[in-house]
């Protein structure tokens, strides 16, 4: 079965700085690798996905992602952090068995202090 | 605007209930997914639809029913089977392929009463 590991519950980041969020993924084949963002009691909203071709990923929000293969990561990244991304970040891998679905990790809170 | 539906937002259940909770879509997806958010515990998968009429239990499908009569609608019944259903659930839609996001409802946050 097709899983991913995000190994902190939390990242403190400052505001200007630049933040990293880690995933680490097992997967049989190809991976296809995706980050969600969710805001306090909303759903969770598709930021990026890795398919295949270039390793660095670009998505919303001035987000991107590092696809590493030899080291099985998928870690989130942004140059410069804003209070605004303080919220609750998942990494997920597709998976099929008889069907196509989601598994997602267990979530990584990020606090970006001003 | 496309989207996905849930309703109500809020739910109090008594103890022996069955609810249920409604997810619409007009995305013209597929696939339609429940999740359960657990603090802490990431999302669970309940139940998957792929096509109309058709529906696979995911991780913890115990408790819980769907069905899937028309594209559109995925309700999800949380029956007094169901030990503690206090939780936030969410409703996805998908096209069904593997390289294809998620596209998430608003959730529904269910309390036992």
């Known amino acids: 079965a097709q899983s991913v590991a995000q190994p902190e519950d939390q990242v403190n980041v400052a505001e200007g700085n630049p933040l990293t969020v880690k995933c680490t993924y097992s997967?049989?084949?190809?991976?296809?690798l995706f980050w969600y963002v969710q805001y306090p009691n909303r759903g969770l909203q598709f930021l990026l996905k890795?398919?295949?071709?270039?390793?660095l990923v670009k998505g919303s929000y001035g987000f991107e992602a590092e696809f590493n293969k030899s080291q099985t990561s998928f870690h989130l990244k942004k140059p410069s952090a804003l209070v605004s991304d303080s919220a609750l970040y998942f990494c997920?891998?597709?998976?099929?068995?008889?069907?196509?679905?989601?598994?997602f990790g267990a979530g990584t809170r990020l606090f970006v202090k001003a | 605007d496309g989207g996905i539906t849930q309703s109500p937002k809020y739910l109090f259940r008594k103890e022996g209930q069955n609810v249920t909770l409604s997810c619409e879509q007009n995305?013209?997806?597929?696939?339609m997914y429940w999740y359960r958010q657990d603090p802490g515990q990431g999302l669970r998968l309940i139940y998957y639809?792929?096509?109309?009429?058709?529906?696979q239990k995911g991780d913890i499908a115990e408790g819980y029913s769907v069905s899937r009569e028309k594209k559109e609608s995925f309700p999800l019944t949380v029956t007094s089977a169901q030990k503690n259903p206090t939780a936030f659930y969410l409703c996805?839609?998908?096209?069904?392929?593997?390289?294809?996001?998620?596209?998430f409802g608003q959730g529904t946050r269910l309390t036992v009463v």
């Open positions: 996805a839609s998908s096209i069904p392929d593997r390289n294809t996001e998620a596209f």
């Open positions: 997920a891998v597709r998976e099929w068995t008889g069907g196509f679905k989601t598994i």
């Open positions: 995305l013209n997806h597929d696939a």
């Open positions: 890795y398919i295949t071709g270039d390793n």
């Open positions: 639809s792929q096509i109309v009429n058709d529906f």
């Open positions: 997967v049989s084949g190809n991976p296809y």
